[in-house]
């Protein structure tokens, strides 16, 4: 069964022990932090791959909602809280449960299972280490084979941010938090990688379109990463964007 990473956040210290407890019960739940307030767990969790979050809503200075607002699509969102009068308002950001306090653990542990079962049946990784039989001369149509310390590995493009050159290597950064580098150049890639999904925006960058979002000062971001266009490429990536204006 497939381990998920999970997170608290709670203002009050007893609703954090006693998740935790349930959390300790579950086999499949890896908890990685718990934190008392929005504000402290930003610090944390926009960085980490978190896979559920068990979420306080009322909670001062950032509630939960609009937490919730700023997390990754694949972080799935149990909201916890002791007032109905929310259900609605957690639906409308996505939200993967609704539990009201007091929480027991069966109905706990329910909603861990089916959060479980949704992973197992609808994600498909970023990145599968792949035999020498399974290898092929090429890369299939979705995938490229990467070699990295001594094993290989099949890297799926519909997962993949960007890729950095740096130095002799080149370094894929997925969109579950996982790298992989390989010894390579950014040109011998490029011409690897179909140009329908990427573009080059800077010497040392390869972008994916579809996961281009935010663009800021001239840099494009991927979360806490930015991506600066160079000069030379700036009327390519201009071209890409007018399609959608």
């Not at 896979?51 to 909670?59: E, G, V």
């Not at 792949?130 to 001369?137: F, H, I, L, P, S």
């Not at 972008?207 to 840099?219: A, E, H, R």
């Amino acid at each position: 069964m497939r381990q998920l990473r999970c997170a608290i956040i709670d203002d009050e210290p007893l609703a954090i022990g006693l998740f935790s407890s349930y959390v300790k019960r579950i086999d499949f739940l890896q908890l990685v932090g718990t934190y008392s307030s929005a504000k402290e767990a930003q610090k944390h969790l926009l960085d980490d791959n978190v896979d559920l979050l068990f979420l306080d809503i009322q909670m001062p200075n950032m509630n939960g909602l609009e937490f919730a607002a700023t997390l990754p699509a694949k972080t799935k969102i149990v909201f916890t809280t002791a007032y109905s009068e929310y259900a609605i308002e957690g639906y409308k950001v996505s939200a993967f449960d609704y539990l009201l306090k007091p929480i027991a653990f069966a109905e706990f542990q329910k909603t861990a299972e089916r959060a479980v079962v949704w992973f197992e049946q609808n994600e498909t990784p970023a990145l599968e280490a792949v035999t020498a039989e399974e290898d092929t001369a090429s890369a299939s149509s979705n995938a490229i084979f990467v070699l990295s310390k001594r094993r290989r590995y099949r890297v799926y493009f519909d997962h993949v941010l960007f890729v950095e050159a740096q130095r002799d290597y080149v370094r894929f950064v997925l969109d579950d938090n996982t790298e992989i580098s390989t010894i390579a150049t950014l040109k011998a890639m490029e011409q690897q990688l179909d140009s329908r999904r990427f573009i080059r925006v800077h010497r040392s960058f390869l972008v994916q379109k579809s996961k281009i979002s935010v663009i800021k000062n001239g840099t494009i971001v991927f979360g806490k990463t930015q991506i600066p266009v160079g000069d030379a490429y700036k009327e390519t990536l201009n071209s890409f964007l007018q399609q959608f204006q």
